[in-house]
């Protein structure tokens, strides 16, 4: 007899909200999508994702995209006064 596990985890109601509907337009359940999922890692013993490294570029892209600056400054001499600080 096989030995079931729970798996629980936590998402932004909203990214459950999204990811629901998106199963339920192909007639499955959350449950059911997740199980989907993970009998695909398990059958190509890979993540059946396109996976990317983080570089410092995309990194640098990703902090613009979320307006996180490290500060601002007034002029340009001001700015390149602080990158040379930081070394």
Same mark, same amino acid.
């Given at each position: ?7 629980? !985890? ?12 998106? !199963? ?54 001001? !700015? ?8």
């Amino acid at each position: 007899m096989t030995k079931i596990s729970q798996v629980n !985890f936590k998402i932004p109601e909203e990214e459950k909200k999204e990811v629901t509907a998106i !199963f339920k337009y192909y007639g499955l359940d959350l449950s059911t999508g997740i199980k989907m999922y993970l009998k695909e890692v398990q059958h190509t013993k890979s993540i059946p994702l396109k996976l990317r490294p983080v570089t410092e570029l995309t990194q640098a892209i990703q902090e613009a995209e979320n307006q996180d600056y490290a500060g601002s400054y007034n002029s340009i001499n001001d !700015f390149i006064k602080a990158m040379n600080s930081e070394d």
